[in-house]
T-cell receptor
Framework: AQSVTQLGSHVSVSEGALVLLRCNYSSSVPPYLFWYVQYPNQGLQLLLKYTSAATLVKGINGFEAEFKKSETSFHLTKPSAHMSDAAEYFCAVLYGNNRLAFGKGNQVVVIP | KAGVTQTPRYLIKTRGQQVTLSCSPISGHRSVSWYQQTPGQGLQFLFEYFSETQRNKGNFPGRFSGRQFSNSRSEMNVSTLELGDSALYLC?????????????FGPGTRLTVL
């Protein structure tokens, strides 16, 4: 079965510093992978997705992620953190018909 | 296009009661999926409907059920509520025509069971 692992429930980053959130997946088939962001009291917003095209995927708000099959990873990065990046981030893998398996999430805190 | 809407946004119920949550997908989307989000278990898939038929079901007891109408709007029902059902319930819609579809999420309904 497909699954996703996100380590480190809370991630603190200084404003202007690199944001790096790690995601490792387990999938028996070529995966379709997603990163979503959730702000307080809101639903999930798509940041970016990997669908077997380019391995480096650019998303909204300056985020990007690189798919590495050899490492079964899909880590999310942003070169310079902004205060508005404080939120919870979820990595997910698609399996079956419109069925997502999510990681536990990373709560990102941005320190001024 | 208007996004996914969910009503109500907040609900408070007591144990043993039942509750119905509603989800209106993006216009033209035919697939609606439901997820439960709790601090302990995270985001878990409940079920997915496409053209009024349940295509997928997660590992939840039979107290959790759903349906979809001909206009693609969906409802989920939880009967005999338990304290552990307190959660944020999210629905997501996709066109449902092919894979991989991006799921677009609504703001959620926060259910509190007392």
């Amino acid at each position: 079965a497909q699954s996703v692992t996100q380590l480190g429930s809370h991630v603190s980053v200084s404003e202007g510093a690199l944001v790096l959130l790690r995601c490792n997946y387990s999938s028996s088939v070529p995966p379709y992978l997603f990163w979503y962001v959730q702000y307080p009291n809101q639903g999930l917003q798509l940041l970016l997705k990997y669908t077997s095209a380019a391995t480096l995927v650019k998303g909204i708000n300056g985020f990007e992620a690189e798919f590495k099959k050899s490492e079964t990873s899909f880590h999310l990065t942003k070169p310079s953190a902004h205060m508005s990046d404080a939120a919870e981030y979820f990595c997910a893998v698609l399996y079956g018909n419109n069925r997502l398996a999510f990681g536990k999430g990373n709560q990102v805190v941005v320190i001024p | 296009k208007a996004g996914v809407t969910q009503t109500p946004r907040y609900l408070i119920k007591t144990r043993g009661q039942q509750v119905t949550l509603s989800c209106s997908p993006i216009s033209g989307h035919r697939s609606v999926s439901w997820y439960q989000q709790t601090p302990g278990q995270g985001l878990q898939f409940l079920f997915e409907y496409f053209s009024e038929t349940q295509r997928n079901k997660g590992n939840f007891p039979g107290r959790f059920s759903g349906r979809q109408f001909s206009n693609s709007r969906s409802e989920m029902n939880v009967s005999t509520l338990e304290l552990g059902d307190s959660a944020l319930y999210l629905c997501a819609s996709t066109p449902g025509q092919g894979s991989p579809d991006t799921q677009y999420f609504g703001p959620g309904t926060r259910l509190t069971v007392l």
